[in-house]
């Protein structure tokens, strides 16, 4: 069956949106067979000058944001007995180097979640892909002067 295509806007670092933008999805088209967690956000910088606030929000957006969308769209697979799960993510999830520490563990965990879902997914025929290339071109945003999002990287 062909579906007419839908464009649905979503900030992955929102997570209270997200199970919201994830049942509109599944009211549209009844299910999902391919989930792509593609989306990212990184930060450059000592660990002493990152605040608080800033690791939060890349810890939202590259861990919590694709197991919040994953575990809204997952009971849809599990019923169905059959999908894809891919986590695009990045070698700094496996190796950390030097002033990307929040990167580096938000890529980390995430690793480490999918590695276990891909384990408990196999009974019901679901596929759980991590893929972790050398480096992703992005796009850096020029915020204005004094704005904690400075370093931030999409």
């Known amino acids: 069956q062909t579906y007419a295509p839908k464009l649905i806007l979503l900030d992955i670092s929102d997570i ?8 509109e999805i599944l009211n549209c088209y009844g299910c999902v067979d391919i989930l792509i967690n593609n989306a990212s956000m990184k930060v450059k910088g000592a660990v002493q000058s990152i605040s608080l606030e800033l690791d939060k929000k890349i810890m939202d957006a590259n861990y919590f944001g694709p197991i919040t969308l994953t575990k809204a ?15 695009i993510n990045n070698i700094q999830g496996k190796i950390g ?3 990307r520490a929040a990167y580096a563990a938000s890529k980390h965990a995430a690793v480490g979640f999918f590695d276990c879902l891909r384990a408990e997914m196999e009974e019901f025929d679901i596929s759980v892909s991590t893929v972790n290339p050398t480096f ?19």
Not at 16 to 23: M, Y
Not at 73 to 87: D, K
Not at 141 to 154: L, M, V
Request: glycine share 6%.
């Open 97 to 99: 180097i030097p002033f």
């Open 136 to 154: 992703i071109c992005s796009y850096h945003r020029q915020p204005g002067p004094g704005n904690w999002e400075a370093s931030i990287w999409k």
């Open 73 to 87: 769209i997952l009971p849809n697979m599990i019923s169905r007995r059959t999908g894809q799960i891919v986590l």
């Open 16 to 23: 209270n949106c997200i199970r919201d933008v994830a049942k």
